[in-house]
């Protein structure tokens, strides 16, 4: 099977650069899957899980808060907003955040804080589904 280069980067670091067989992504649309030679496309993605399979490697799984995937035929760069490394999520931390952004919902003072409130909702609910995703594989 071929493989493409992926570079998944955030505003600290970068978190993945390396080949892969495969990677699957939360576009806007939808999740996105990309293999070798994949058509050229470039779309906002949501907040979720980037699920990358290396060669000779299990599925590697890195949460990110939303940004932008390009896609062209031998290289995936993903910009994101933040982006962490699955095994590096603080399932405490994203609960917490969780429960303060649906007090925040509940109690809005204005339509600002309603939508921030909103944004921060999605967030931890994606950072808990990925932290799912990782218990069921076992990591």
């Known amino acids: 099977m071929g493989v493409f280069h992926v570079d998944i980067v955030s505003a600290e670091e970068s978190i993945y650069s ?10 806007e649309g939808g999740e ?15 907040p ?7 060669p000779l490697k299990e599925e590697e799984l890195v949460y990110v808060s939303g940004g932008m995937l390009e896609i062209q035929p031998d290289i995936v760069t993903i910009l994101a907003d933040t982006a962490v490394r699955g095994a590096d999520l603080d399932e405490a931390k994203a609960i917490e955040a969780k429960k303060h952004a649906e007090e925040a919902v509940r109690d809005r003072a204005s339509t600002l804080d309603y939508a921030r409130a909103q ?3 999605s967030e931890a609910i994606a950072q808990l589904a990925a932290i799912q995703k990782l218990r069921k594989r076992g990591h």
Request: glycine share 8%; charged share 15%.
């Open 18 to 27: 390396g080949p892969a067989e495969f990677l699957v992504a939360p576009a």
């Open 32 to 46: 996105v899957g990309i293999y070798p030679q994949h058509t050229p496309m470039l779309t906002r993605i949501k």
């Open 48 to 54: 979720g899980s980037v699920r990358i399979k290396a």
């Open 119 to 121: 944004a921060e909702l």
